[in-house]
Structure formats: C-alpha cells, structure tokens
C-alpha cells in the first residue's frame, strides 16, 4: 500500500523551531518529487516546497523562503521540512504529497499523507 | 501565477451537471490539476495534465482547456460528490486556487 505518513507538529512558541518528517512506503522514494503543503483550518491550499528525487532542484514559497528547509534521505525513504522562525501566520495542517511523475520535478500531486498540524503560539 | 476559481460555491442536487471553472492568469502549457477535498481528509488528485483523469477516478468526472480557461465538469452528481474543489498548477512553483464550495441543493 502507498503510504506517506508525518510526524513532528506540536504547539511551538514564535521564533522556535521545529522539524517535520514524512515516512514513505509502498513506492519506489526516489523516483520522485515530493512536496509539503498547509492548510489553515477552513481555508484553501498553500503549497510550502518541493524537491525533486534527487534533490537537485528545491523550490519555496515566498511566504517561507529563508526559513524553512526542506530535504530527503533517500536512503530512509523520508522527506523533511525543516522550519525556523516560526510565526504565528505558519500556524496550519500541513501535508505531505508525492508529486505524480517520474524523475520529474513538475507533476501533480497523487498521493498525500493526513498531515500534521503545527500551531505556532505563546 | 494566480488561478481564479469560480463560483465560490455552487449549489446543485444530485444527478445534475457541475460544472466548475479555473482561469489562470498566465499560460500553463496544460500543468493543470484539479483536486477534491472532503472535511477532515486530505486532497484527492481528480484530473493532470489538464485533461487526464487519475487513477481510480470515476469517468462522470472531466476536465477540459481553453488556452487559459479550464473546467471540471461533473456529469451526473453523485452523493459523495459534494465537496470542495481546487485547481493546481504545477510548474516551477506551484499554486492552487481558492477553491470551489460544491454543496447540495
């Protein structure tokens, strides 16, 4: 069975920091990109950051670019996102997603994990 | 990029049509997906490359283009349909649209 499942949210005060892990399973991991994506409770989609499979191409969203970093250990089959300086804007449901094509850093998402939720608050 | 979904919600009974709009506010060259959420479970992939359905994803569901307007059509609505919608571009750096409400009528 595919399966992408994170681990590593909590309650977090500003300005700490904290580190999401994706496990996968059920598919060959570096073979593809993976992504993260938030959502806040009740509202729309946001994609945070990518990386293809071989971490030679990495992308961030403005809102987290110089904050938070993301990277695979190919070996362990498991995605990080690693976020700094945190803010209470970054309070969200974030997910982990496998993106849908071969050794390619562009590709829709299909298959997502359930999330994790941070909440970052004094 | 910005995508722009329309309606924000829409309200039909089953076994109608839906039909759902996404306008992109550049060329896409076809990296369009769409994508259905239901409360408390995480997106679902629905249609890539604009027009292909994914895996398991029933035929009532399609997607079509043109040039930088795309559409997700429902052709009979089904009970289990009803839920948000996002379109998604997927190039370089990703985006999504806000989202289309579908409810029951």
């Known amino acids: 069975e595919v399966q992408l499942v994170e681990s590593g949210g909590g309650l977090v005060e500003p300005y700490r920091s904290l580190r999401l892990s994706c496990a996968a399973s059920g598919f060959i991991f570096d073979d593809y990109a993976m992504h993260w994506v938030r959502q806040v409770p009740g509202q729309g989609l946001e994609w945070v950051s990518g990386?293809?499979?071989?971490?030679?191409?990495?992308g961030y969203a403005d809102s987290v670019k110089g904050r938070f970093t993301i990277s695979r250990d190919n070996g362990k089959n498991t995605l990080y996102l690693q976020m700094n300086s945190l803010r209470a804007e970054d309070t969200a449901l974030y997910y982990c997603?496998?993106?849908?094509?071969?050794?390619?850093?562009?590709?829709?998402?299909?298959?997502w994990g359930q999330g994790t939720m941070v909440t970052v608050s004094s | 990029m910005e995508l722009t979904q329309s309606p924000g919600t829409l309200s039909l009974s089953p076994g109608e049509r839906a039909t759902l709009s996404c306008r992109a506010s550049q060329s896409l060259s076809s990296y369009l997906a769409w994508y259905q959420q239901k409360p408390g479970q995480a997106p679902r992939l629905l249609i890539y490359?604009?027009?292909s359905r994914a895996t398991g994803i029933p035929d009532r569901f399609s997607g079509s283009e043109s040039g930088t307007d795309f559409t997700l059509s429902i052709s009979r609505l089904e009970p289990e349909d009803f839920a948000v919608y996002y379109c998604?571009?997927?190039?370089?750096?990703?985006?999504f649209g806000q989202g289309t409400k579908l409810e029951i009528k």
């Open positions: 997603t496998k993106g849908k094509t071969f050794a390619s850093y562009s590709g829709a998402f299909d298959i």
């Open positions: 998604q571009h997927y190039g370089t750096s990703p985006g």
């Open positions: 990386i293809s499979w071989n971490s030679g191409t990495i």
């Open positions: 490359g604009a027009t």
